[in-house]
Nanobody
Framework: EVQLVESGGGLVQAGGSLRLSCAVS????????VAWFRQAPGKEREGVSS????????YYSDSVKGRFTISADSAKDTVYLEMNNLKPEDTAVYYC???????????????????????WGQGTQVTVSS
């Protein structure tokens, strides 16, 4: 059974940092596409970042570019989202999602909210106070 467990969320002041982890079990990170999504109350789900094993390219939405960094540790089967210079508008529940990567598909495609990822984590709350 594949499981994704997010951790690292919490309450932080504006300008602060958090590192989210997405620990994967039952799925070896040797051929993968992982994306981080977030959803704030009353808002649609937003894809913020994605990464694939194929070429290690990464994607960031304009709202987080330059502040967030996605990375993967295949030895630990864990994907991270380092979040710096956090803003109140970053407040949301953050989810990681996992699928097998598809040859030729752009990395940004996996961060599209319409992409049908096979596996999802339960989410971790990030709250940024002003």
């Amino acid at each position: 059974e594949v499981q994704l467990v997010e951790s690292g969320g919490g309450l932080v002041q504006a300008g602060g940092s958090l590192r989210l982890s997405c620990a994967v079990s039952g799925f070896t990170l040797d051929d993968y596409a992982v994306a981080w999504f977030r959803q704030a109350p009353g808002k649609e789900r937003e894809g913020v970042s994605s990464i694939t094993s194929a070429d290690t390219n990464t994607y960031y939405s304009d709202s987080v570019k330059g502040r967030f960094t996605i990375s993967a540790d295949s030895a630990k089967d864990t994907v991270y989202l380092e979040m710096n210079n956090l803003k109140p508008e970053d407040t949301a529940v953050y989810y990681c999602a996992l699928s097998r990567s598809i040859l030729g598909l752009e990395v940004k495609s996996y961060a599209n909210p319409l992409y049908q990822h096979r596996f999802w984590g339960q989410g971790t709350q990030v709250t940024v106070s002003s």
